[in-house]
């Protein structure tokens, strides 16, 4: 899945990144606290899930979003 989130997040930051990185929140300018609320969007519909909020407040970087993603089905 870390491909795919750093697709979605790099789609949004309008900036290219490795697809394999753990990206984080907190290193990269561009992911501000707006951006973070449009990836998490993105992220929700192309793998339909929803996150509840203390997961969002999780997914800051693409470790943790994936490995919130593989507690979900989608």
Known sequence: NYKKINKIISVIIKKKISSEDNLNMNEINEWDSL????????????FKVKFNNDEILKCYSTKNIASILSTKRY
Do not use: L
Not at 35 to 46: G, P
């Open 35 to 46: 951006t973070h609320f449009d990836i998490i969007s993105k992220i929700e519909k192309v």
